[in-house]
């Protein structure tokens, strides 16, 4: 069985963007690769959609599991998905679709980044904390940006991008009236880019409907937010990752949201609320502020500039290559002599052997057995994902010569 395989899992475009650029370099120095869409992954109707556009750029996506490969190097946003539990691979890579995440609870709790091997980030920020989960952290220039150019606008107003994300203890979605747009449109050209989750059902039809009737210009996940960001001059978001994006692609960007730590977990607050609170970001919890605030940006825009470049790596004339030689290095190794795997392995099968054994994984077995409603209350999807991994690493071990 051959193990030199590299495959990368995708539930959604916006990951897909994120890693184009990598697949590409990869490509180009011959590394065979699969990329797998789930077809039973994301919300009502999502990994169809971005499967068949996958394919409509020229690659080919399979959405089914191969039986026949154990992959040496699994590259995935995040380890929930069932396409994940069914693979066979030896090392489990973290590779995000955004500079810096927006949301510490969940993306930094235990179930979501303790089974990664390596965890890349985009930031000089994360790293220094995601190795607490024994991974390796490497901090890396975001390919995404590397020929981006800011473009003149010919319109007569500036352009405001609009960037909201789902949720209602998130979204600036509910909070946008035609009022108040009436207000904004006549200092701004407004667009606005739906989040994936709000039209693939998280926020349903109306949101998307709502939106659209705001905007002067409207889009869906299918354009990369690096188009738009280049004919922004400002950007309005919530508690989105877009908040950071815009930062780095040198945006002048405000925030709107009810709650912008929302998303803290323990005593890790966002890194959204400590920019507000360092005054680099502008904010308010006041929709009718909103138009004010984003007329009066510009003494933020130079904090959030020197806050750039505290926070990410400059892109180089290759951003790409320090990633490339990373899983180069992974693809080569042997990981029986790699004790550091060796040792992570069984963290894990210790740290899922103490959730097999917990009460609430004999409730959700007896649940499964009697496929009790139950079963779809968040609190029990999350525990079957986390005890995923164990079962994985059996399953892992089987493959192993």
């Not at 904090?303 to 470049?309: F, I, L, V």
């Not at 959700?364 to 164990?390: F, H, Q, T, W």
Request: charged fraction near 30%.
């Amino acid at each position: 069985m051959n193990r030199n395989h590299l495959a990368f899992v995708f539930d959604d475009l916006t990951e897909f963007y994120a890693m184009r650029e990598l697949i590409d370099a990869l490509l180009k120095e011959k590394i065979s690769l699969d990329i797998i869409v789930p077809n039973d992954s994301g919300y009502n109707g999502l990994a169809n959609h971005t499967f068949e556009k996958i394919k409509s750029f020229g690659y080919k996506p399979i959405s089914s599991v191969p039986k026949d490969k154990t992959y040496k190097v699994l590259i995935s946003p995040y380890p929930t998905l069932k396409a994940i539990r069914n693979l066979k691979f030896i090392y489990h890579l973290r590779m995000p679709y955004s500079t810096i995440t927006a949301k510490p609870n969940p993306t930094y709790i235990p179930d979501v980044k303790i089974d990664y091997d390596g965890i890349f980030c985009f930031n000089k920020y994360e790293p220094t904390f995601l190795s607490a989960y024994g991974a390796d952290c490497y901090a890396v220039p975001y390919w995404k940006y590397c020929n981006f150019k800011k473009e003149k606008s010919t319109d007569k107003k500036p352009t405001l991008l609009i960037l909201p994300t789902f949720g209602k203890d998130t979204s600036c979605v509910e909070y946008l009236t035609q009022p108040m747009m009436d207000k904004i449109k006549k200092h701004f050209k407004v667009v606005i880019k739906a989040h994936h989750a709000i039209h693939f059902g998280q926020d349903g039809e109306d949101a998307m409907k709502k939106l659209e009737a705001l905007a002067d210009e409207f889009y869906t996940s299918d354009t990369p937010i690096v188009e738009l960001l280049k004919k922004a001059d400002i950007v309005l978001s919530d508690n989105s990752g877009s908040i950071f994006e815009a930062i780095y692609s040198g945006t002048p960007i405000a925030a709107f949201s009810k709650n912008l730590n929302s998303r803290h977990l323990e005593g890790i607050d966002t890194l959204q609320y400590k920019l507000m609170k360092d005054g680099i970001l502008p904010h308010t919890d006041n929709p009718d502020k909103i138009l004010d605030m984003l007329l009066k940006i510009d003494p933020y825009f130079k904090k959030q500039q020197k806050a750039m470049d505290e926070l990410f790596i400059k892109v180089k004339s290759n951003p790409t290559k320090p990633s490339v030689d990373i899983i180069k290095d992974y693809l080569s190794r042997d990981h029986t002599k790699d004790y550091k795997k060796v040792l992570h392995d069984l963290l894990l099968k210790e740290w899922f052997k103490h959730k097999e054994g917990a009460e609430e994984a004999v409730m959700l077995r007896k649940v499964i057995e009697e496929k009790d409603a139950v079963l779809s209350s968040r609190p029990y999807r999350m525990l079957g994902k986390a005890l995923s991994p164990y079962k994985k690493l059996k399953s892992r071990k089987k493959g192993k010569k």
